[in-house]
């Protein structure tokens, strides 16, 4: 059974300019997240799906460029179309999917996930966060009943999605256009896995633990 991990990359974001290649403690954002795939050893192939080959300068030596067309970069053009594009150019029967705005994704944590994928039980896996706390969506509550608060520790959890990876088998994704299956496993990430980098203020604050534990 083959796996292949591929991270997209695009140098032109909009709300951080040049997200992909800020330097977070040394290293530019999108070597983190390409050097915790390395190290999980189920994965057979590693590429970045990125426009422009300059982006080898910025990651792991050992990580495969895929150029992709230009038009891809295009601000309206979902996630979908670059990632059906990706798995008609390389083929697998499990993908893994990451993204460089979750720099402090281990690779144990993918291992993991990959691993319940990979057993034949499940036919996909994220990355989330889990909150028990009272929780709400269109003016009512989700996990308790006004009538009948619970304890914290009762209720039931809520799973946030982060953008750390999405692990699918081929079919569910081109027969089903979906990159989480109908049996997922859901792998839980740490609270400094769950930072996600998408503004000013997140690229401060992953400076400001990658900084720390520098030191």
């Known amino acids: ?21 800020l330097p977070v ?26 426009s422009d080959k300059t982006i080898k300068n910025y990651i792991p ?6 150029i992709r067309p230009s038009y891809l970069d295009g601000d309206m053009v979902k996630g979908s179309q670059i990632y059906r594009h990706f798995i008609n150019e390389v083929d697998a029967d ?16 993918i291992q993991n996930a990959l691993r319940h994928v990979v057993s ?20 009512h509550p989700i996990n308790y009943e006004l009538t009948d608060v619970p304890r914290t520790q009762d209720l039931e959890p809520v799973w946030i999605e982060t953008s750390g990876f999405f692990i699918f088998k081929k ?17 839980e990430v740490s609270e400094k896995e769950a930072i996600d980098i998408d503004t000013k203020q997140d690229y401060d604050l992953a400076c400001m633990f990658a900084d720390k534990e520098k030191h």
């Open 171 to 187: 079919e569910i994704f081109m027969e089903h256009g979906r990159r989480i299956g109908f049996q997922t496993y859901i792998q």
């Open 25 to 50: 403690a040394g290293r530019p954002l999108c070597w983190y997240i390409c050097n915790s795939l390395t190290q999980v050893k189920e994965i057979d192939e590693i590429y970045v799906y990125c």
């Open 94 to 109: 499990i993908y893994v999917l990451a993204h460089t705005t979750s720099p402090f994704i281990e690779a144990k944590t």
């Open 120 to 139: 034949g039980k499940y036919d996909s896996s994220f990355s989330a966060k889990k909150i028990q706390t009272f929780a709400w969506y269109k003016d």
């Open 61 to 66: 030596e050992e990580i495969m460029v895929k």
């Open 1 to 21: 059974m083959k796996t292949v991990a591929f991270v997209p990359i695009k140098l032109n974001s909009q709300r951080l300019p040049h997200k992909n290649i």
